[in-house]
């Protein structure tokens, strides 16, 4: 599955996903890539890893910042569901 995020959400996944695939972390270092190719299972795994750390974050702008990419990663597995919140 093919996914576009912005360099934002590429530095927090980089730095917040601790077990990625090598082939993610490579498109994450590409700084001319915008989008990147990932499982819909390793999607769940990401989600997993970002909100362990928005529940743990002091820091209340990157606790918002890391639970909107949840929820927007969230949404590329489950769409119906986000649509439905909106």
């Known amino acids: 599955m093919r996914i576009q995020i912005n360099s934002r959400e590429k530095e927090l ?5 601790y077990m990625a695939p090598e082939g993610v972390k490579s498109q994450l270092t590409n700084t001319r890539r915008k989008t990147i190719d990932i ?9 997993g890893y970002l909100s362990l750390e928005c529940n ?4 209340k702008k990157l606790a918002y910042e890391l ?6 990663l969230e949404s590329f597995i489950n769409p119906s569901s986000y649509i439905m919140e909106l």
Request: aromatic residues 12%.
């Open 67 to 72: 639970d909107d990419l949840c929820e927007r």
């Open 56 to 59: 743990h974050c002091n820091d």
């Open 39 to 47: 499982d819909p299972d390793d999607i769940k795994d990401l989600v």
């Open 13 to 17: 996944i980089y730095q917040y996903w």
